[in-house]
Structures are given as structure tokens and as C-alpha cells.
């Protein structure tokens, strides 16, 4: 098994360090605890029963500032629920926050039940920047499990709160979780959160619970009926009624991204986890700490009885670093957090992303959750719905008129580096014109039988040949003329790339196997030629040898001389898992042969989609009045 250096696990997961006075990190301030105004059933920080009453106070603030010497902090009021700790109080924890210079962003995140004229009056006098997060599962119908010690819906208050910040020309995030009241039904669910005027950005979350087994402990005699109803839904064979799967949850992500695109709400609502799915995707970064390596050493949560730790979504008290009683400064935090078990597992849990190939594009994700899937044994779950989530994007980037794109299961994100040609423009267009002059070009070949323009074996500078050059037929490497030509001549598509697959026997260098890089001319050809080629993988699907697979990739092509990149798509043979390289090429030419046939058979059109199956379509829902 390939193993990553220290560096490159750093790229995974960065440890806090302590000399680094740049890199920010967020704080999490649990303002008073796990005491809430309402109850939701699935609420993770009840189940930590953390003392409640308390209040996280303007001297605490000031001391983990001292604790974090200068380095940026993004500050985040928390519950339970904030509100709960009194304007008198939250005035003087914002006012201590607005004095702090190296407080660099502030938000808080609320239920929205308690919000009101005076509190937003106190926001913009103390800190008008104050940025504000609302707990909405979206409509009525998904917000089934927020519910009041009553057990009695709390949705038309957080809807009043809605409204109520747009009428004082506020905007504000909503988390949304996303439980089984809302699963086949990301169009309407999201719809409606953009009907809120305020509302400028949704995050869905998942709700991974399968690992609940009991119900929050009741304090007192007298049991709240909302516990009663989480007794019941806890109660359930799989999991907690409100639990969600891995597979559930990317197929809702996906389907919201759809509408996302499709009813033009990406020009004024950012969307997670789409969004930063895409920036990874297109090499940009995020701020999410579920796409990048500023994961779990880089958050701490602060408790009102003084316990800092790391993430709040992590076990408490495993979580716990150290408490701000024994004024500990910031090489005490970095040396609890190399000998905190929880944090040393988690970092244990990315090493299987070592080896993947969506590292660049999913990050590891989020290690609690990751986690908790262990616990449930169901980490390979995870994986699975994160190369979904970015397979299904990665296709409707490529091909956002066509978003059957997304349901495809056989066209995988594969990218490749490096993928690079001088002039891509130029390319396509003397592709299609037999009349454009095509000079003579340096073609040398390998020992081992690679053609490019040293002959050399390995990954080399090779000409951009078309169809229309004399010197094509010698260009393309034997093994794979087979694949070429019917995607050429029979297709019409443009290649870029092919290779026969070599073995490299006696050389220092590792097997490559037998692709085609396919350039389409436009997005709708793209949407074609992916669905063709699902079909073709459909079609030889337990008739190639055993050793073998097809791969169809989706990639992109950067430009040398304009720095832009275009999406492209590779048909790949490779061994199968466990399959060594010499039963590999003992089979290739067989294989090639098999999905030959299977090209010949399909053709890009418009009129067939892929073999896999679309989701059910919406059924209508009653409109809810916001």
C-alpha cells in the first residue's frame, strides 16, 4: 500500500502550531451550555447532558484571547440556545468580543425563537456585524423534529424570525438538517428556504445517527412529552426514527444542488456542502473544515464551567483539552492535543485517505463524523457518500443544462495530473477543418513502446495530431487504435490523449494501463458522450475478463496558453482491485476487443440518457405560507 510522507498527511489533517500566528482558528463558545428554549429531538449537545445554567462570561472571552496570543479568532455564540444567557449578558460578551483585536469574525448561531425588535436593536448598536445562523429544517413538514418541551411545533416562530430580519434589512444562514421529513424532497425544501427573503445561505447537514441508542436523561420528575416522543423515535429498529444514511443524504445534497442550479437560486443563496464541493473541485479553497486540513486541532469549544476541547460535534468529555481554571496558554493546548486519544484516533481515520483518489476534491470530511461511523461500522458509508456527493457535482458542472448527469454511477471524477495541452481552442478547431495546415510533427517511440516526442518511456510531451494528419495512424499507439478509431470515426469525437498500456518490465516505473482522453466540443456533446459511455460500461459489464475493469473518468484539460480549463472525459481498462499488473496485460487485448464491440453498438445522442436510474420525481406538496 502506497504510504504518504509527514507532509503529505499534513495536507490531510494540520496540527495546531503553536509559532503559527496566521492561520485563525474558530472558537466555539457554548454560551450556556446545553440549555435550550426548546428541545429537538435530535439535539447532539443534550446528549452530552453538559452542565446547564451556567453562562460563558466577558472574562472568559478575555482569557482565551490571552490563551491564543495574537492569532486570528472566528468566534461563534453556540447552544443550547444563546439567547437564553439575557441581553444584559450577551451585550457584555459582544462588547468584550468588539474589543479584542484579533477577533476577526463573529456569529451565532440560533434557534430564532427568542428573536426580537430589542435584540436585533442591541446587534446593531454593540456589534452590527454580528453575522446570524438559524436552525430551520426547512419547511414545516421537515422541521417535525423541532419541537418545544411541549411538544408542539416551533417552525411559525423561526418563520417569524425570518421575516422579521429581512423587514430590518438583515440577512442570515440556515443550518437545515436533514432528517427522513425531507428526504425526496430537496426541490420543495429548498424552494421554500429561498422564499425567505433574509435567507442568503443554506447548509444541509446530515443527521448520521444510527448510532443512537438511548434518549436524552429527562431532568426531574415530571418527563417533558418531547422526551417522551424521542423515547419513541429512539425506539426504532436501524436507528433513531430521525436518523438518515450516508446514501440518503448525498442523493437529497445532490438533488438540491440541481434546483440550486436549475432554479437560478446560486445568484444570491450559497449552498453547502455544493459549494465548497465545488471550489475543491476547481483547486480554489474553502473555509469548511469537512473539505480541508484545518480540521479538529484548529476548533475548540468552550463550555461555561471553564472545559475547552476541541470540536463540540466530538464525544465530550473524551473531547476535553483542558480547563481555563489552570490558565493554560497555547503549547498546553497543542500538548494535550498530541496526547488526546480521541483527537490521535481521529487523525488515524484520514490515513485511509492517503491512498484516494478524491483526496484533492473531498478533504477527509469531517472526522467526528467519521467517527461515529466507525462506531455504527459503517465507515466505508462514508467514503461511498463523498465520492457521490462529488461525482454527481463534479457532472453537473460539466454538464449543468443536463443534470441527469448527477444520478450517472459509472462516470466517476478521475482527475489527472498532469493534463495539460498547448492550445486547446486552436486544437478543436483544426480538428474540423481538413483544410487547415497540418505540419510535419516528431513522433519517436520507447523501447517500451510509448510514442511522444523523445521517445522515452513515461509520461512525455506528445504532438496534438487530428484525423487529418498524414502522420495520425503512426501517432496512436497500436494497443489502443482499436478504442480510437470508433470513438473517431463512428462517435465523432475529438481525442487528446490515448495510451496502449505498458508494462515497463525491467523499468524503474509503475504499469500504466489502456485509456482514451476524450475533448467534446461543447457541454451538450459532453452530456452525450457521458451517457454513451455509461451505457458501453452497462454493456460489458460481466462479459470482460476478470481481471479487468472499464473506467469511465471525468476530468478537466488546462490550456498552457490561456491558463482556463475544459471538461473532458477518459475511457480507462484497469486492473481490478487485488489484480497484479501481469494478469492485467494477459487479458487487455480480449478486453479491448469486448468494449470495441460494445462502442460500436452506441452512439452519443440526444435521445438516450445512461443506464442508471433517475430519482423518483417530487410529488406535489401543499404550499406553506411564510
Known amino acids: 500500500m502506497h504510504r504518504n510522507t509527514a507532509d503529505e498527511f499534513d495536507h490531510l489533517y494540520s496540527a495546531l502550531d503553536e509559532a503559527d500566528t496566521e492561520t485563525a482558528v474558530s472558537v466555539i463558545l457554548k454560551l450556556r451550555g446545553e440549555t435550550c428554549d426548546i428541545d429537538c429531538l435530535y439535539c447532539y449537545e443534550k446528549r452530552k447532558e453538559a452542565p446547564g445554567g ?39 460578551v459582544l462588547r468584550e468580543l468588539a474589543a479584542q483585536p484579533t477577533v476577526v469574525r463573529v456569529s451565532m448561531q440560533t434557534n430564532g425563537v427568542l428573536l426580537n425588535e430589542r435584540w436585533l436593536d442591541l446587534f446593531d448598536e454593540v456589534y452590527p456585524d454580528l453575522h446570524i445562523g438559524i436552525s430551520l429544517d426547512g419547511d414545516a413538514q421537515g422541521n417535525a423534529w423541532r419541537v418545544g418541551y411541549d411538544g408542539e411545533a416551533v417552525y411559525p ?6 421575516r422579521l430580519l429581512a423587514d430590518r434589512g438583515r440577512t442570515a444562514g440556515v443550518i437545515a438538517a436533514v432528517t427522513p421529513a425531507v428526504l425526496g424532497r430537496a426541490e420543495t425544501v429548498l424552494d421554500h428556504l429561498a422564499s425567505f427573503d433574509a435567507v442568503n445561505a443554506v447548509s444541509f447537514v446530515p443527521c448520521f445517527d444510527a448510532s443512537v441508542q438511548q434518549p436524552t436523561t429527562a431532568q426531574g420528575r415530571r418527563v417533558p412529552v418531547s422526551r417522551l416522543l424521542q423515547r419513541q423515535a429512539v425506539d426504532n429498529p436501524g436507528g433513531p426514527a430521525w436518523a ?34 465545488i471550489r475543491r473541485l476547481r483547486g480554489l479553497d474553502t473555509g469548511f473544515c469537512h473539505f480541508t486540513n484545518m480540521k479538529c486541532d484548529h476548533v475548540f469549544t468552550l463550555y461555561p464551567d471553564g472545559r475547552l476541547g476541541s470540536c463540540d460535534e466530538l464525544p465530550w468529555p473524551q473531547a476535553q483539552l483542558t480547563h481555563l481554571s489552570q490558565k493554560p496558554d497555547q503549547a498546553d493546548v497543542v500538548a494535550a492535543q498530541r496526547r488526546l ?20 476534491s473531498c478533504g477527509g470530511g469531517c472526522v467526528a463524523t467519521r467517527w461515529r461511523q466507525r462506531q455504527a461500522g459503517d465507515e466505508d458509508a462514508y467514503c461511498d457518500y463523498r465520492m457521490r456527493m462529488v461525482d454527481g457535482i463534479a457532472a453537473l458542472l460539466a454538464q449543468p443544462a443536463h443534470p441527469a448527469g448527477a444520478w450517472c454511477q459509472s462516470v466517476r471524477w478521475r482527475p489527472r495530473t498532469p493534463n495539460s495541452m498547448r492550445a486547446i481552442a486552436a486544437f478543436v478547431d483544426r480538428w474540423d477543418n481538413a483544410q487547415a495546415p497540418r505540419p510535419p510533427v516528431r513522433l519517436r517511440t520507447s523501447a517500451h513502446g510509448n510514442i511522444n516526442t523523445v521517445g522515452l518511456a513515461g509520461v512525455h510531451e506528445a504532438e496534438d495530431v487530428d484525423p487529418h494528419h498524414p502522420q495520425w495512424q503512426e501517432a496512436i499507439e497500436p494497443g489502443v487504435l482499436p478504442l480510437v478509431d470508433v470513438l473517431t470515426k463512428e462517435w465523432g469525437l475529438i481525442t487528446y490523449d490515448s495510451c496502449q498500456g505498458h508494462p515497463y518490465e525491467g523499468a524503474d516505473l509503475v504499469p500504466t494501463g489502456r485509456r482514451v482522453g476524450i475533448l467534446p466540443r461543447d457541454r451538450t456533446e459532453y452530456a452525450h458522450a457521458a451517457a454513451a459511455l455509461c451505457r458501453t460500461v452497462a454493456a460489458v459489464t460481466g462479459t470482460l475478463p476478470a481481471q479487468l475493469r472499464v473506467i469511465v473518468g471525468r476530468a478537466e484539460l488546462r490550456c498552457e496558453s490561456t491558463q482556463t480549463t475544459r471538461p473532458v472525459l477518459d475511457l480507462v481498462l484497469e486492473p481490478v482491485p487485488g489484480a497484479g499488473w501481469p494478469s492485467y496485460f494477459e487479458v487487455l487485448e480480449r478486453a479491448t476487443a469486448v468494449v470495441a464491440d460494445a462502442l460500436h453498438d452506441q452512439r452519443p445522442t440526444q435521445d438516450e440518457g445512461c443506464e442508471c436510474p433517475l430519482p423518483q420525481a417530487e410529488l406535489p406538496t401543499q404550499p406553506v405560507v411564510t
Not at 460563558?56 to 496570543?69: C, G, I, N, P, Y
Not at 448525498?250 to 443563496?269: K, M, N, P, Q, Y
Not at 486519544?341 to 484520514?350: H, T, V
Request: charged share 20%; with cysteine.
Open 54 to 92: 451556567a453562562r460563558v462570561d466577558a472574562a472568559q472571552v478575555r482569557q482565551l484571547a490571552e490563551l491564543f496570543r495574537g492569532r486570528p479568532l472566528a468566534v461563534e455564540l453556540h447552544g443550547g440556545e444563546p439567547l437564553t444567557a439575557g441581553r444584559e449578558h450577551v451585550e457584555e
Open 157 to 162: 416562530r423561526v418563520a417569524a424570525a425570518l
Open 244 to 277: 438518515t444514511t450516508p446514501s440518503e443524504y448525498a442523493e437529497f445534497v445532490l438533488a438540491a444542488t440541481v434546483r440550486w442550479i436549475s432554479a437560478g437560486h446560486f445568484s444570491r443563496l450559497k449552498l453547502e456542502p455544493a459549494v465548497s464541493t
Open 341 to 360: 486519544p480521541l483527537l490521535n484516533q481521529g487523525k488515524a481515520l484520514m490515513s485511509r485517505c492517503a491512498s484516494c483518489t478524491y483526496q484533492s
